[in-house]
């Protein structure tokens, strides 16, 4: 099966690319790097033709309200039109939990343009809400830190580990599509404070987090439940403790 990747050289894309490869599928890892732009359409129609299935990973360079909204809606559009003409026949687009009770941020109105692009371009179609990546707390912690002190939201917080991520978004390019949403998330929940404490601690770092009810997230307020699954999620099977080990033999 041929199966092209948008975002194939980013952190999920690497090991989505990696696992189909390992099965034996003709996989495009397609980014501007490798001559794959979604935005200007340079070589995207002969990226796309003869593929079954398309992956779409890509991810806005900036996330300014008006910078991402264009991307997403250029970059959309682009895919699905060379999609259509190309016959392609699953598209699977990884999105966010969440997204649809966070509409006053920016970012997640992008991407629920971005959804509803998919949902009406006629192409058959999964589309994956996850929860955010354990990958994502150092940067979390940073941009929350205060001299010494990292002031973090109480939020409910459920991360998934990227491996996890990956490995769902490679099973829903097998199968059929759903023409619907399906929610992923970590098998544990946390706090956010509480969970960036538990990360802060385990790398010896002394900075002290100071927990809040401000739920800010990406510049706006959300409700306490926002960033967790509001149903019946597909959980992955490494937890933080199991995540946190791998990263230390990683180092």
Do not use: C
Request: no cysteine.
């Amino acid at each position: 099966m041929k199966i092209v990747v948008i975002g194939g050289t980013g952190l999920i894309g690497t090991k989505v690319v990696s696992q189909l490869r390992k099965q034996g599928h003709q996989v495009i890892a397609a980014s501007p790097a490798t001559g794959i732009n979604t935005i200007t359409g340079e070589g995207l129609a002969e990226a796309i033709s003869n593929t079954d299935v398309v992956i779409d990973l890509a991810n806005s360079p900036s996330f300014e309200d008006k910078a991402v909204l264009e991307f997403f809606q250029t970059a959309g559009g682009n895919l699905l039109a060379a999609e259509i003409n190309a016959g392609v026949k699953l598209h699977v687009a990884l999105s966010i939990v969440g997204v649809d009770r966070m509409q006053n941020i920016g970012y997640m109105r992008a991407k629920k343009v971005q959804e509803d692009l998919i949902k009406n371009s006629g192409v058959p179609y999964t589309i994956i809400r996850s929860t955010q990546f354990f990958e994502f707390l150092p940067g979390i912690a940073s941009q929350a830190a205060q001299g010494n002190e990292v002031h973090i939201s109480d939020v409910q917080f459920q991360p998934i580990a990227s491996d996890d991520v990956a490995s769902f978004v490679a099973q829903a390019a097998l199968v059929a599509p759903v023409n619907g949403t399906i929610e992923i998330s970590g098998p544990e929940r946390f706090t956010m404070s509480g969970l960036v404490a538990r990360y802060l601690q385990s790398t010896d770092d002394s900075l002290k987090v100071v927990s809040n009810n401000n739920s800010q997230y990406y510049g706006g307020r959300i409700d306490n439940d926002a960033l967790v699954p509001a149903g019946q999620a597909q959980l992955g099977g490494i937890n933080f403790e199991n995540w946190l080990s791998n990263q230390s033999k990683k180092a």
